[in-house]
């Protein structure tokens, strides 16, 4: 659910390591994610997304796994970059009366690269 | 290809001024707009969504107000700015991807940053 006012997690990973960014979500019939990485002074940007009807997506560098059982999600970021620096967000759609259909956002995550 | 546009990028305005931000959306029509509020070190908070003109939903109360006089055309005001007001805005549109279920990408703009002093 939407947990605008509590300060972000943080993540630190060495560069060439790998980074694990996780999601947690309440509602059992929620079935579409997507993940948002949000540079200093910009605007969220799509990275991928993932469908109810699989376990895992992969994109450029980027995973996306799925456990429906647990309501649990990740983004693995392979070989972290410093460019890779920013604060990412899980979404899914809300389901619920006039707000169906707009986004949800997970509090999100600041990842920081050590060169 | 769908492009939005918000402005401006930075704003100072003292406490008690009116606001006015403004969002448009090219390349798609009747598409569903939404102003979004970050303060530093949050996440995102949905404030207004649009689903048509002068359609308008509050998600929270505030001193803010929106209004979509055209299609593509979305904007975020106030009559006399708080302290408060400060924060990160974002517009986005919402486009149909396909596929079933029907599923939603949002294209966010650049933001605006407002510093209310």
């Known amino acids: 659910g939407e947990s605008v006012g509590l300060h972000l997690p943080t993540l630190s990973v060495q560069e060439g390591d790998n980074s694990i960014i996780n999601c947690a979500y309440s509602n059992s019939a929620s079935d579409y994610f997507i993940w948002y990485k949000q540079e200093s002074g910009k605007g969220p940007q799509f990275i991928i997304d993932i469908r109810s009807n699989m376990d895992k997506r992969q994109g450029q560098r980027v995973t996306v796994l799925l456990n429906k059982t647990v309501k649990h999600l990740s983004l693995q970021i392979a070989a972290t970059q410093p460019g890779d620096s920013a604060v990412y967000f899980c979404a899914e759609p809300s389901y619920y009366g006039g707000s169906q259909g707009n986004l949800i956002f997970g509090k999100g995550t600041k990842l920081s690269v050590k060169p | 290809s769908q492009t939005i546009h918000q402005w401006p990028a930075t704003l100072v305005q003292p406490v008690g001024s009116p606001l006015s931000l403004e969002c448009t959306v090219e390349?798609?029509?009747?598409?569903?707009l939404y102003w979004y509020r970050q303060a530093a070190g949050r996440g995102l908070q949905l404030l207004f969504y649009?689903?048509?003109?002068?359609?308008i939903s509050s998600e929270v109360p505030q001193n803010l107000s929106a209004s979509r006089p055209q299609d593509r055309q979305f904007i975020l005001s106030s009559k006399k700015l708080l302290l408060s007001d400060s924060g990160f805005y974002l517009c986005?549109?919402?486009?149909?991807?396909?596929?079933?279920?029907?599923?939603?990408?949002?294209?966010f703009g650049s933001g605006t940053r407002l510093t209310v002093v």
């Open positions: 649009s689903v048509g003109i002068g359609q």
């Open positions: 986005a549109w919402r486009g149909d991807k396909g596929g079933a279920p029907l599923v939603y990408g949002y294209t």
């Open positions: 390349g798609t029509s009747n598409p569903n």
